[in-house]
């Protein structure tokens, strides 16, 4: 790809567990309830410039709890209250299969990070992945961003438990607001990103290549 567009930096947000409280197949939009810290942290970000990237698996969908009609209503709810804080969710990516069933977007593939690479211009190697789950941790490895970050909300705390001395290099901090100000740090100066406007995009799910 063109190396002038490939500039901007981003952080790659799980769902559930991260950027709100995980209900555990939560699929209507009154469940939705941000982890503390979340909103502010996100807005120090785009501050900075980074773009954020929410890229979820939905196993709910595959498995027939919920569709994908109602993840976009939880998504839709969630941006809503995002940009009353004036927060941006650039794209959101979905994979709604079941971890049985043929997906080329599921979590640890770096898939959609490599779409949303293509789609917003990404320097991979100045993003940043922030998750609560090993799989969100090796998506980053794999599509060779910059750092991922583990969150002790959600399944984090688990997650460092299992894996304590053997971390691979993640850095675990307590919360999305504590990323944020970790990110900050590390990327020193700031992105210097271009400001964008416009609304959220819902790139949904990616469907198996046949
Ligand atoms: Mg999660």
Known sequence: MNARFASAAAVFLDRDGTLIVDKSYL????????????????KKLVSAGFRLVMVT????VGRGYFTLADVEKVHARMAVEL??????????YVAPEAPDQPSCGRKPSPQFLFD?????????DR???VGDKWL??????????????????????QVEAENRGNMRGAVVVDDMGAAA???????KNGVKN??????SETIGSCAPKA
């Open 127 to 129: 993003c940043y992945v």
């Open 57 to 60: 698996n939905q196993s709910g």
């Open 27 to 42: 699929s209507k939009p009154e469940e939705v309830e941000f982890i503390p810290g979340t909103m502010e942290g996100l």
């Open 136 to 157: 969100d941790l090796e998506t980053g490895w794999n599509a060779g961003t910059r750092r991922s970050l583990l969150v002790r909300t959600g399944h984090g705390r």
């Open 181 to 187: 100000e970790w990110i900050l740090r590390d990327a």
């Open 83 to 92: 940009k009353s804080m004036g927060v941006l969710l650039e794209a959101v």
């Open 116 to 124: 949303a690479r293509d789609g917003l211009g990404l320097d991979l």
């Open 194 to 199: 271009e400001v964008k406007t416009g609304s």
